[in-house]
């Protein structure tokens, strides 16, 4: 056996051992590849057969976790040897974005269209300017801040619609009252954060209008591009802000369909 062959069955074990979980694992790695060499498909499919040989169930009937490897491997296979699965997982580094493509993809948008009104650039930007300086986004703020203890990367990483270079003076002003009325403790990690932030000039206007470039309409589907890239974009934002504003999007604007009467 090649070291090559050596790193796929242990890559290939591993998987096995976590429950065909492939979460923070090297797509590349399990199939014996490297992504920096940027196999094509050929070296895909021929990694993948030799794996496959080696760890089918058929040939390991005496190993109880072979039919999970070799799910896992099937898995793993079918990211890298899609090309759209494979540019997706590419990008963001995540088997679960990756894997909602094609038609899962369109089925997800299907049933968003079905579901709900048309989610444009225009209401995302009416969303931001409701949450933004609201009670709701204090609480947040001091959530997070709790959770982390102080550390505001996390915090504007979790908290939506928020840039640490526009709102890091607000957040700071809003854990320093509460640290101050003794609702919440102070950790050195947010006082080094916040010395530096104040050595910064604080926004005129840290709770005006942003600059956002409009999302051009396509002659194909018009304002139903948006909510498309929209969907795509939640790969490309910081996932859970996403999710974050998704749901309260979609709390706002639910258009849900009414029984027609027989």
């Known amino acids: ?6 790193s796929d069955a242990s890559d290939a074990s591993s998987e096995g051992e976590r429950d065909d979980d492939l979460a923070g694992r090297d797509l590349y790695a399990a199939l014996g590849l490297r992504r ?5 498909a050929r070296a895909v499919k021929r990694a993948y057969h030799r794996a496959a040989l080696r760890l089918h169930p058929d040939k390991n009937v005496d190993d109880p976790s072979a039919a999970s490897k070799f799910q896992t491997l099937q898995r793993v296979y079918g990211v890298l040897s899609d090309e759209r699965k494979r540019k997706v997982y590419d990008e963001t580094g995540r088997v679960d ?6 038609e899962e993809f369109e089925n997800l948008y299907n049933y968003y269209r079905s579901a709900y009104k048309e989610v444009t650039t225009e209401d995302i930007e009416a969303f931001e300017k409701t949450y933004r300086g609201s009670e709701e986004e204090r609480k947040d703020v001091l959530e997070c ?18 840039e640490e270079a526009e709102d890091g003076h607000r957040f700071a002003d809003v854990v320093d009252a509460a640290v101050k009325e003794g609702a919440v403790a102070s950790y050195e990690t ?11 000039k604080a926004p005129k206007d840290p709770l005006g209008a942003r600059k956002t470039k409009k999302a051009s309409k396509s002659k194909k589907g018009g304002d139903d591009a948006d ?5 795509r974009g939640k790969q490309a934002m910081r996932a859970d802000q996403a999710d974050n504003m998704f749901a309260a999007l979609e709390a706002k604007y639910a258009n849900p369909k009414k029984k027609t009467k027989k």
């Open 190 to 200: 947010y006082e080094a954060w916040r010395a530096e932030v104040r050595k910064r």
């Open 145 to 162: 801040y709790e959770k982390y203890e102080g550390d505001m990367t996390r915090v504007f990483a979790w908290v939506m619609c928020s």
């Open 227 to 231: 909510l498309f890239a929209l969907i």
């Open 36 to 40: 920096e060499d940027a196999p094509d």
């Open 1 to 6: 056996m090649g070291a090559s062959d050596a």
């Open 97 to 102: 974005d990756a894997e909602l493509g094609g």
